[in-house]
Nanobody, 113 residues
């Protein structure tokens, strides 16, 4: 049972990235899934989550209106589309099924000019 995050990179302010969370050993549509991030020197924080049914989507105030969480059941993958990126979005981003998966390696997102 694991998740593997990908899609991070270096982007200029105002740019976009799409993060992917590929799951193995379990079916993402059967679980509540989350994206967290951790910036240097800060605690890990919840960024977005999606319910089992895929109907309820929730976002941190700092990203609401800019980030979108989604799920592709056929690919067993969860995504985080990030638009209008800001330098304060710089962090390592982690995908997780709470209580099901261990934390993965994460994917680094750096927003800088």
């Amino acid at each position: 049972v694991q998740v593997v995050e990908s899609g991070g990179g270096l982007v200029q302010p105002g740019g976009s990235l799409r993060l992917s969370c590929s799951a193995s050993g379990f079916t993402v549509s059967n679980y509540y899934m989350t994206w967290h991030r951790q910036a240097p020197g800060k605690e890990r924080e919840l960024v977005a989550d999606i319910s089992r049914a895929g109907v309820s989507l929730n976002y941190a105030d700092s990203v609401r209106g800019r980030f979108t969480i989604s799920r592709d059941n056929a690919k067993n993958t969860v995504y985080l589309q990030m638009n209008s990126l800001k330098p304060e979005d710089t962090a390592v981003y982690y995908c997780n099924a709470p209580g099901v998966t261990p934390w993965g390696q994460g994917t680094q997102v750096t927003v800088s000019s």
